[in-house]
């Protein structure tokens, strides 16, 4: 029933493990729930693409920490282990550690090969993240885990994706994606960051084929002239052609001066002009012309022109000479766009096969989007003289290409925010390709509905966060060009091109002619395999693509619980998700569209978006090796003050630890003193034969006011964390309200006052400590559930885990906040007693004579006289006083010549002489001064009121406590004797003796003060050290040790007895 004497984190948490071993612990608790209310929980897949960091450990601990809490509330948990298995992460850290630097080299290295690898990759991975996370007292269904790279979960993919086809919500489409040069595929929109840098923009020149001169058009993208297809204006603006030295350039009336000044430094001075001059219509004789003012360039407007008169003007491309006689951008129309802005020039270069807008506008003139752009960036020989360039080559290229063609009028530096790949930092270029695409535009208003109908922590991030993002999203492009993935469930037949779509694996056997349903669905092997198509009876053969990895966290609310869309898991929706604030635009969103789609809501309930961890101030970076592993921490400080630490933060907000681990020593320190509080109370509850239980035994007449305070401070502590949990989904609140109420109300207050009582084995304090330790273990066991299970087990509890015990309930009948509020004033006064005698020299344990606090207070006033007596044990004084006005404080009068002077004029010195020989401290008081009475008004004279020289005196929130330090020889032996006592307690520590083992005691010493003591406290000496006796000569003593008494010298010693 004992614990060890210190706490040692490693130890402890072994023995906690191999407790939780030989019960069973996990499943039994599970067994005991199985008909508990349910409550679903669904793990956000970590990624297995290398070793977890303390980030990662802070998002799967905040998740057990709820999840150890549900199942002591006996909730049925259903929470199986899930991890993100696919996708780049995994295949680039592949092509890293192979030396890859292209599709290319995957190729030859065989696609059957990397993928192999990358299953074994990730297996091992995860077979290391297992163990950490169960290392780290997680406890999810290890032995069942849900993987994405398991064909039962890519089946529940595959029939997500056959249902939206069905539905008419998932097409073939082509689109402008974002593709990443680097991973040579399309990424998601969503994902992406983005970067600020400089960039050399260009104005060109399209040279109209009907009309002389040139559409001028301004662009931070030169190299995409060479897939131009139109030239958009505003139908609404007005436009200006506008002569500079020789050259024609059409542009925006409102962008002339700019123009002017970009092409030749120069600014234009423009007159009026006639309204009717508009559309080309000049006024008989009239110039509809302004002239440059300065300069020698020639800069002259000479027409207006209506947008819309410029629609269908046709043009040739500036680079026309350079690209293929059969391109289909050799020349184009000017059309109207809704998204020209009055900005540079005011026309807009468009090329629907590198820009959504583009593109959008480009299908609604019939124009198919032309992107002669490979995958890796690099430009196909549908771009002529620049096949084979990547797009930084080609820019350099086309920009010379432009100035031979007389088509570069400008170059200038602008500053643009580029998107990045989220995965390798490269800038993604914008690509029109056949992709297969979710029509999320369509159920928008659905999706924004059912965000409503969701709670989150933290409130605001549901409305600020989240909605926007539902708002702004796009449709989802679930194509991926890559390998390691969930593949792409359609194959095309090669003769008719009808698409035919697998929902299963049985359903790709029964179509392919199999046997039996294929065990591996992966590329190469799916790709392998042929399906008859339906509607011809030919061929069909796969897709090479794979699916986004945001389509496998999208159906993890069903695949987790081994149920296909559209039918709903037995417990849907989880009742709580906790994940990171990313996610927002990842798995929070993903789930969102497809649990609208077939259950009609959210697929969560609750959602609890943590933050980022952080090493050092810097966002923690498994690519740049940026990161603290948490086994580094373990080895130094033990898991559970790691999990303290973590869940100690608030979990909505960043966290961020240091190479230190400063925080993790600080909450090992708090964890240590919480094991000396039961280890103090265990070892006399042990020797008197007592037996804790959680409730409470005694009636309140039993109790003492600190056990009835005690009880009622438990109460008031498990009802913060209850709230902190079930309302505020705050960890940190929660484990913070149990280690001060240990810490600070048990440890440092009522274990001090009670320990007198519980050496005397006196049966209240016994019963009050006993119910506090058996309900804190169970408090803190979601947090720290090592710690938690040996001390609950060092108790002798029922259950055969704490795990299993039920969570505490506050019982309103033991609370008592006017108690709580008697004390906390008690304990204010008692720290500024401490404060005053510390000033005053005196140790604490040598006593005072008198405590008097000073106060108006009614609640202090009452308390400090109805509980003299604890006062006078807590404040070590010989009397304890309660007044309204102190009477220890001497007054002084303090003449103000400020107000003297103007009244007595040369009296004023002489009258203030007498106000103080007089010592008047009450005012209006008479003085005589020179045989004449004088009258001195109350505000001619200050009053101090200051404690005399053995009085210390401290402010306390409704009052004032003056500490008496006067040392009387009464004073003084009482002083000695509780030094006395102190390394007489140091002895038997170092004799190493059991608690109820005598010793016997030696004090050896010529001073009169030290003798006086020690025959005046021998018995209470013997008794509080459980001395045989208390003798003069230290030559038999085992162990001594010396000491300065007051100056007097003192030599003590003890050895066993008998």
Known sequence: MTLPDHYDPDDVEQYAKRHWNEVDAYEHVTSENADGEPFYFVDGPPNTSGDMHCGTAWGKVLKDAFLRYYRMQGRDVVARPGYDTHGLPVERRLEADLGFESKADVHEYGVENFVEACREFVAENRRGMDAEFADLGVWMDWDDPYRTMDAEYVETAWTAFRELYDRGLLAREKRVVNTCPDCETSVAETRLSYETREATAAYVGFPLREREGWLLAWTTTPWTVTGNQFVAVDPEATYASVSVDGDLLYVAEDCVDGVADAVTGESVAREAVAEESVAGEAAAGESVAGEAVDGDAKVEVVDRFDGEDLVGWRYDNPLAAHLPADSPVLGGEVASADYVDLEQTGLVHSAPGYGAEDFERGQELDLDGYAPLEESGTLTDGAGEYAGLDVEDAVEAVLTDLDDAGALFATETHTHEYPQCPRCDAEVRYRATEQWVVAVTEFKEDLLDAVGDTTWYPAGARENRFRPMVADAPDWNLSRQRYWGTPVPVWVCQDCSEDVVVEDAADLAEKAGLDSPPADLHRPSVDDLTVTCPDCGGSARREADVLDVWFDSAVASWASARVRPPE??????????????????????????????????????????????????????????????????????????????????????????????????????????????????????????????????????????????????????????????????????????????????????????????????????????????????????????????????????????????????????????????????????????????????????????????????????????????????????????????????????????????????????????????????????????????????????????????????ESVEYGTVYVDATLTTSLKREGVYRDLLRRAQELRDDLDVAMDEEVVLAVDTDDTLVREALEQYREELRAEVRAERVVDDTGDADVTLEWSADGASVEVGARRAG
């Not at 970076?621 to 603290?628: E, N, Y």
């Not at 005053?840 to 106060?855: M, N, Q």
């Not at 006078?872 to 009477?887: F, G, K, P, Y």
């Not at 008479?926 to 009085?951: F, Q």
Request: proline fraction near 5%.
């Open 568 to 953: 709903t898991p037995e417990y849907w929706p989880a009742d709580l998700v906790v994940e990171g604030h990313d996610q927002t635009r990842g798995w929070f969103l993903m789930q969102l569209y497809l649990g609208v789609v077939f259950g009609g809501r959210a697929p969560y309930e609750e959602v609890l978006m943590h933050g980022f961890a952080k090493l050092d101030g810097e966002a923690m970076s498994k690519s740049r090796g940026h990161v603290l592993r948490p086994p580094t921490v373990v080895e130094q400080h033990g898991r559970d003050p790691l999990r303290a630490q973590l869940l100690s933060h608030n979990p909505t907000k960043d966290v961020t630890l240091t190479s230190g681990m400063d925080g993790v020593a600080d909450l090992e320190d708090k964890l240590d003193v919480v094991w000396n509080v039961y280890r103090f109370a265990l070892l006399y509850m042990d020797l008197d034969d007592y037996e804790p239980v959680p409730e409470v035994r005694s009636s309140a007449d039993e109790r003492t006011v600190l056990d009835g305070w005690v009880l009622s401070r438990l109460q008031a502590t498990v009802a913060e964390v209850n709230a902190a949990m079930d309302e505020d989904r705050r960890t940190d609140r929660a484990l913070a309200a149990a280690l001060e109420f240990l810490v600070e109300d048990v440890s440092r207050y009522y274990v001090k006052t009670a320990r007198d009582r519980v050496w005397e084995g006196e049966e209240g304090a016994y019963d009050a400590l006993g119910t506090v330790l058996c309900e804190s273990a169970k408090l803190l066991a979601p947090f720290v559930p090592f710690l938690a299970e040996r001390l609950y087990d060092a108790l002798d509890q029922p259950e055969m885990t704490v795990h299993a015990a039920d969570f505490p309930e506050a019982d309103p009948d033991l609370r008592d906040e006017d108690l709580e509020a008697v004390v906390e004033r008690l304990r204010g006064v008692e720290e500024a007693a401490a404060t005053a005698r510390q000033r005053a020299g005196r140790k604490r344990r040598w006593p005072v004579a008198e405590v008097v606090v000073e106060t108006d207070d009614e609640r202090l006033w009452a308390a400090v006289r109805e509980h003299r007596e604890l006062f006078e044990q807590r404040l070590n004084a010989e009397d304890v006083v309660a007044t309204r006005s102190c009477d220890r404080l001497v007054e002084t009068p303090d003449p103000r010549m400020d107000e003297l002077g103007p009244a007595f004029g040369e009296q004023a010195h002489d009258v203030a002489a007498a106000v103080r020989q007089a010592n008047v401290t009450e005012f209006p008081a008479t003085v005589t001064v020179d045989g004449e009475e004088v009258t001195v008004a109350p505000e001619m004279v200050d009053v101090r009121r200051e404690t005399p020289e053995s009085v210390e005196a």
